[in-house]
């Protein structure tokens, strides 16, 4: 026989789930674009410079090193997964975060 359910405290975890979820992807979202933008500035710099011929970039170097650090991760499939398993223990926390992240996403 299941045990009763405690409401208030279900209550309690589903509200801090969303919150912390609106505020983490809203947090993400800024934070993703800001990063977007530094990293397009530094590539139309490195570019810039390359054509210059003040800098060579040895774009085979830089494939290498983002197919090596993609297999050793197991890209970001892996990384979700890793993220999911840890949550399953806290499944009304993490359903309502989950919700309350893409909120903060579409907000941000």
């Known amino acids: 026989m299941p045990a009763e359910i ?3 405290v279900l209550g309690g975890q589903l ?3 969303t919150l912390l979820g609106v ?3 809203f947090t993400v979202k800024k934070a993703l ?3 977007l933008v530094l990293a397009g500035v530094l590539v139309l710099t490195a570019l810039a410079l390359q054509h210059f011929n003040f800098i060579t970039i040895h774009w085979s170097n830089l494939e290498s090193l983002y197919t090596r650090a993609m297999e050793e991760t197991g890209g970001l499939l892996a990384i979700l997964k890793g993220w999911a398993a840890h949550l399953e223990s806290l499944i009304p926390v ?3 975060f989950v919700v309350g992240f893409f909120l903060g996403l579409r907000a941000g």
């Open 23 to 25: 505020a983490v992807g």
């Open 94 to 96: 993490a359903g309502s």
């Open 6 to 8: 405690n409401w208030p």
């Open 15 to 17: 509200a801090l789930g």
């Open 33 to 35: 674009k800001v990063g």
